[in-house]
């Protein structure tokens, strides 16, 4: 019973006239306004072309932006390495001198003991 309502109503509602077909039976009495639609044409173009060159704007200051801040960030990066590896440097280098007596002292001795 209830969808034998629901189809009763959606055909009645197919029978009324739209106000929109009523407007399209109508037949146009005068000239459209070629002038008006000119305008609005060149407005549309307009708002088009102003949107076209904010994005691309927009586009190329992320590109320069993010460039710019990878850049940043490299130079940075190595400004700290530059930094961690001048703070080590030393170090390594009495390292590597010690390292370098001990297996130097280490050969002597095999050397003196398979002499010996």
Excluded: C
Excluded at 90 to 103: D, E, G, T, V
């Amino acid at each position: 019973m209830n969808a034998e309502n629901y189809v009763d109503n959606y055909r009645q509602q197919e029978l009324e006239e739209k106000p929109w077909q009523r407007a399209e039976e109508q037949e146009v009495g005068e000239e459209p306004d070629f002038e008006a639609i000119r305008k609005y044409v060149n407005h549309v173009a307009y708002l088009y072309d102003k949107t076209r060159y904010l994005l691309a704007s927009l586009k190329n200051t992320i590109h320069s932006d993010l460039s710019n801040a990878v850049d940043d960030l490299g130079r940075n990066m190595d400004v700290a390495v530059n930094r961690k590896i001048s703070f080590i440097r030393p170090f390594l280098k009495s390292l590597m001198r010690a390292n370098s007596r001990s297996l130097l002292g280490n050969m002597m001795k095999r050397i003196k003991h398979s002499q010996g």
